[in-house]
T-cell receptor, first 114, second 111 residues
Framework: SAVISQKPSRDICQRGTSLTIQCQVD?????MFWYRQQPGQSLTLIAT?????????ESGFVIDKFPISRPNLTFSTLTVSNMSPEDSSIYLC???????????FGPGTRLTVT | GENVEQHPSTLSVQEGDSAVIKCTYS??????FPWYKQELGKGPQLIID?????GEKKDQRIAVTLNKTAKHFSLHITETQPEDSAVYFC??????????FGTGTSLTVIP
């Protein structure tokens, strides 16, 4: 399985500001994903981070709000822009492993917007 | 799209007893069904998975069963221990690159 780290692990931000979350994987992976987990809720896919091209966003998520970069096969960033209290969530980076479909998650970034 | 339902939402068992969590899915094309354990303050951890060509899979105290006809799959934990206390998520897919997650089961093992 891949070892995934995320920075920051948690942050408290003010309304209207932006936060960039970093995801680093210890090996090259094809697929990287960003999920949101609202308090006490399940996981919702925000987007697939594509290396060398624009991310693929799921319904309800747009690039202007959640810009994503993926400059190489081990690193990605997610920015939460113009934050509001409704953006308070855990943001999770995920990758697929060597075996088809197996998906591994990072420790998450706990974001609180005040 | 896929719809995954998970029951129960909360489950309390005495240490040493068994725990069962059930999920149903809607898309007959789904062929991979993982289970994740999420401890407080951590990301989900893959604990076991099953593919559609298999009916049952076991790993020590954890087992998963799949009934493709009925579109349901279950997680079984035997001889539960306090460290099994966590939130468990099932998932089904993929549809494209996406997996659909259940709403989670908060398991408490009472010493």
């Amino acid at each position: 399985s891949a070892v995934i780290s995320q920075k920051p692990s948690r942050d408290i931000c003010q309304r209207g500001t932006s936060l960039t979350i970093q995801c680093q994987v210890d090996s090259q992976v094809t697929m990287m994903f960003w999920y949101r987990q609202q308090p006490g809720q399940s996981l919702t896919l925000i987007a697939t981070a594509n290396q060398g091209s624009e991310a693929t966003y799921e319904s309800g998520f747009v690039i202007d709000k959640f810009p994503i970069s993926r400059p190489n096969l081990t690193f990605s960033t997610l920015t939460v822009s113009n934050m509001s209290p409704e953006d308070s969530s855990i943001y999770l980076c995920s990758v697929t492993g060597q075996v088809d479909y197996e998906q591994y998650f990072g420790p998450g970034t706990r974001l609180t917007v005040t | 799209g896929e719809n995954v339902e998970q029951h129960p939402s909360t489950l309390s068992v005495q240490e040493g007893d068994s725990a069962v969590i059930k999920c149903t899915y809607s898309d007959s094309a789904s062929n991979y069904f993982p289970w994740y354990k999420q401890e407080l303050g951590k990301g989900p951890q893959l604990i076991i998975d099953i593919r559609s060509n298999v009916g049952e899979k076991k790993d020590q105290r954890i087992a998963v069963t799949l009934n493709k006809t009925a579109k349901h799959f279950s997680l079984h934990i035997t001889e539960t221990q306090p460290e099994d206390s966590a939130v468990y998520f099932c998932a089904a897919g993929p549809t494209g690159n996406q997996f659909y997650f259940g709403t989670g089961t908060s398991l408490t093992v009472i010493p």
